[in-house]
C-alpha cells in the first residue's frame, strides 16, 4: 500500500526511480493492465442481456432491502464527497492535501464518463424495457425537444414501471420475453452527440467511476479501512445494476475508468500521503 500511495522520483541522469524500477516498467504494466480491463469489458458485453435477465427474474419488483441498496449507491457521489471532504479538511492530518487528491481523481473520473455519455447514447436496462413494452416513448422516434431529461411514460415523469416476468398483462410482453429476444448490440443507438436524455446515458456508469475514484485514495490514505472502502464502492456499482440503470459492461467501465483516475491522482500528489495515516 505505500509504494501505490508514493509519487515516485527518478534520478534524471539516469532515467531510475527511487525504488530502482525503470518509469517503462510502471508503463507497461498500465497498458497490460487496461487491455485486460478491455477484454474483461468485451466479454461481459457479450452477457449484457442474459445477466439483466437474470435480475427481472431474480428481482420482478421493487427491489429488496431498497434502503440499503439506496445508502450504497451515494457512495462517490457529490453529497457524500463533499461532507467527507469537509470533515477531511478539517480533522484530518494533512487534509488540505488529501482533499486536493480527491478532488483531482473525481475531476478526472468525470471526465473520463461524462463525455462518453454524451457522444454514445446507450439505452438504460430500465428504458429499454419499457420503450419496447410500449411504456414509454422511443428516443429514436421522439423529437428530442420533446423527451426532456426522462421523458414522459404512461406512469408519469421519470416512473419506472418494470413488467412483471412471472405476470403478462394483456398486449404486453414481460421484461423476460423481451431480454430474451434482445442482443447486446441492440442496447446501443450510437453516436449521438449532445445526448442529453438520461434514459439513453448508459454507458458508462458514473456511480461506478465515482465511488471508486474515492474508495481507492481513501483506502490509500487509511489502508486499515481499505476494505470498507471497496466495500461501498462495489455495492454501489452493484447497485446500479439491481436498479436496472445500468448494463453490467456499463458498470465495468465505470469502475475501470475511477480506478484509473485515482492512481493518476495520486501520482500527482502521492507524495504527501507517506506514510498512511494510521487507524
Known amino acids: 500500500m505505500r509504494r501505490e500511495c508514493e509519487l515516485a522520483t527518478h534520478d534524471p541522469t539516469t532515467g531510475v526511480q527511487a525504488d530502482g524500477r525503470q518509469p517503462w516498467s510502471c508503463l507497461w504494466k498500465w497498458v497490460v493492465g487496461l487491455l485486460a480491463a478491455c477484454v474483461v469489458g468485451l466479454l461481459l458485453h457479450q452477457w449484457d442481456t442474459s445477466l439483466m435477465r437474470t435480475r427481472y427474474e431474480l428481482i420482478p419488483g421493487e427491489v429488496p432491502a431498497q434502503q440499503w441498496v439506496s445508502g450504497v449507491r451515494e457512495f462517490g457521489q457529490p453529497v457524500c464527497v463533499v461532507v467527507l471532504l469537509i470533515a477531511l479538511g478539517t480533522y484530518a492530518q494533512r487534509g488540505r492535501r488529501i482533499v486536493g487528491v480527491i478532488l483531482l ?86 453516436w449521438r452527440p449532445g445526448n442529453a436524455s438520461l434514459i439513453t446515458q448508459s454507458f458508462p456508469s458514473g456511480h461506478a467511476a465515482g465511488a471508486f475514484a474515492l474508495a481507492i485514495v481513501l483506502g490509500c490514505v487509511y489502508p486499515r479501512l481499505a476494505w470498507m472502502f471497496w466495500t461501498l464502492a462495489v455495492g454501489c456499482t452493484l447497485s446500479r445494476y439491481v436498479d436496472a440503470m445500468h448494463w453490467p459492461s456499463d458498470c465495468w467501465v465505470g469502475a475501470v475508468i475511477g480506478y484509473t483516475a485515482a492512481k493518476l491522482a495520486l501520482r500527482v500528489g502521492g507524495k504527501p500521503f507517506i506514510p498512511p495515516v494510521s487507524g
Open 105 to 190: 481523481a473525481e475531476l478526472i473520473a468525470w471526465v473520463g464518463y461524462q463525455p462518453a455519455k454524451m457522444l454514445v447514447a446507450r439505452y438504460r436496462p430500465f428504458a429499454l424495457v419499457e420503450v419496447r413494452a410500449g411504456l414509454r416513448a422511443d428516443p429514436v422516434e421522439t423529437p428530442r425537444s420533446s423527451l426532456g431529461l426522462w421523458p414522459r411514460g404512461p406512469g408519469g415523469e421519470g416512473t419506472i414501471s418494470l413488467p412483471d416476468p412471472r405476470t403478462k398483462g394483456e398486449g404486453t410482453p414481460t421484461a423476460d420475453e423481451i431480454l430474451a429476444d434482445l442482443k447486446p448490440a441492440d442496447t446501443w443507438l450510437g
